[in-house]
């Protein structure tokens, strides 16, 4: 059983930056796929970011050139830096690890932006 704990939600305002970390408590989190998924009120979760054991990474259209997800293996954490922050990023923000026959999830963090 992986542990995964976020950190670094907060209120911020419109414009503002955030940077959530996700720490995970295995020996093998190189192997996992780890991905930030975010929940708004009254909304599907939705995959906001993803990166491989390799670092290759991939981002949902709305987030593309204000998120960056990055990836500390020795520390055994992701992080997602998020600028540029709007009102429709506010959400729950989900932490992911993934192989092809697990899939774990942290409690969440939540973000808010407003004024």
């Known amino acids: 059983q992986v542990q995964l704990v976020e950190s670094g939600g907060g209120l911020v305002h419109p414009g503002g930056s955030l940077r959530l970390s996700c720490e995970a408590s295995t020996n093998d989190f190189s192997v996992y796929v780890m991905g930030w998924y975010r929940q708004a009120p009254g909304k599907q979760r939705e995959l906001v970011a993803r990166?491989?054991?390799?670092?290759?990474?991939h981002y949902a259209d709305s987030v593309k050139g204000r998120f960056t997800i990055s990836r500390d293996n020795a520390g055994n954490t992701v992080y997602l830096q998020m600028i540029s922050l709007k009102p429709e990023d506010t959400a729950v923000y989900y932490c992911?690890?993934?192989?092809?026959?697990?899939?774990?999830w942290g409690q969440g963090t939540q973000v808010t932006v407003s004024s």
């Open positions: 990166i491989t054991s390799s670092g290759s990474t």
């Open positions: 992911n690890a993934q192989t092809v026959l697990l899939d774990y």
